[in-house]
T-cell receptor, first 114, second 115 residues
Framework: DSGVTQTPKHLITATGQRVTLRCSPR?????VYWYQQSLDQGLQFLIQ???????AKGNILERFSAQQFPDLHSELNLSSLELGDSALYFC?????????????FGSGTQLSVL | GQQLNQSPQSMFIQEGEDVSMNCTSS?????WLWYKQDPGEGPVLLIA?????ELTSNGRLTAQFGITRKDSFLNISASIPSDVGIYFC???????????????FGQGTTLQVKP
C-alpha cells in the first residue's frame, strides 16, 4: 500500500459529461501529481500541485482542470468528456521537491467514456 | 514532450531466466527510478538511483545508474511468474536544465514469464 488513496476505482460515464476524480496523498506529502495512462501508452504527466499551488503543467487539455485543497487532497475535473478520454488516471504524491524526489502512486481511477 | 527511450518494449521469457532492460536518453539525468506496474494497479517504486555508476539491489532486482548519466539498467535474476507486469524507468533532469524537476517516464517494458 503506497499510502496514496484514489477514488473512485472505476467510473463509467457518457460523452459530454463531467466527472471528478479524487486523490488523498500520503500523510505529510505536500506535492500531488496527476498522470494519464491510455491503452498501450506510458504515463503522461498532466499537472502537479505543491501545497495548494499549481507547480507544473504537462499535456493537460483545456477541458481538464485540477486543484489541491488546504487539507492537501486533490481533485481532477474532466469535462465535456470524449471517447478518447477513456484511460487510467493516476495520482502520485511526493514529500520532497527537486533532486532525489520519489513519486508514490495510487491505484488509479479507470475512466470509461461510452 | 521529452521522453526516455526504454527497451525492449516487451519480453516473453521462461521462468528462471534472467531479464535485462534499459533506458537511454540524449540528456543527462541526476536521478533514475524504476517502477513496476501490475495489471489494474498503480506503479510501485522498486529502486531509486542518485549517483553515476551507482549499483543498487532489491532482492532479485539490480539497477545501475550509467556512468554517462544518460542511461540506466534494470536486471531481474531467476525470474518467477509474479515478475509479470510493466516496468517503467523514470528520470529527473538536473536543476537549471530547463526542467521543472518533474520525473520523465519511459514507455515501459512489458514482461511476461512462462512457468
Amino acid at each position: 500500500d503506497s499510502g496514496v488513496t484514489q477514488t473512485p476505482k472505476h467510473l463509467i460515464t457518457a460523452t459530454g459529461q463531467r466527472v471528478t476524480l479524487r486523490c488523498s496523498p500520503r500523510s505529510g506529502d505536500l506535492s500531488v501529481y496527476w498522470y494519464q495512462q491510455s491503452l498501450d501508452q506510458g504515463l503522461q504527466f498532466l499537472i502537479q500541485y505543491y501545497n495548494g499551488e499549481e507547480r507544473a503543467k504537462g499535456n493537460i487539455l483545456e477541458r481538464f482542470s485540477a486543484q489541491q485543497f488546504p487539507d492537501l487532497h486533490s481533485e481532477l475535473n474532466l469535462s465535456s468528456l470524449e471517447l478518447g478520454d477513456s484511460a487510467l488516471y493516476f495520482c502520485a504524491s511526493s514529500g520532497r521537491q527537486g533532486v532525489g524526489e520519489k513519486l508514490f502512486f495510487g491505484s488509479g481511477t479507470q475512466l470509461s467514456v461510452l | 514532450g521529452q521522453q526516455l527511450n526504454q527497451s525492449p518494449q516487451s519480453m516473453f521469457i521462461q521462468e528462471g531466466e534472467d531479464v535485462s532492460m534499459n533506458c537511454t536518453s540524449s540528456s543527462i539525468f541526476n536521478t533514475w527510478l524504476w517502477y513496476k506496474q501490475d495489471p489494474g494497479e498503480g506503479p510501485v517504486l522498486l529502486i531509486a538511483l542518485y549517483k553515476a555508476g551507482e549499483l543498487t539491489s532489491n532482492g532479485r532486482l539490480t539497477a545501475q545508474f550509467g556512468i554517462t548519466r544518460k542511461d540506466s539498467f534494470l536486471n531481474i535474476s531467476a525470474s518467477i511468474p509474479s515478475d509479470v507486469g510493466i516496468y517503467f524507468c523514470a528520470g529527473q533532469r538536473p536543476p537549471g536544465s530547463g526542467n521543472t524537476g518533474k520525473l520523465i517516464f519511459g514507455q515501459g517494458t512489458t514482461l511476461q514469464v512462462k512457468p
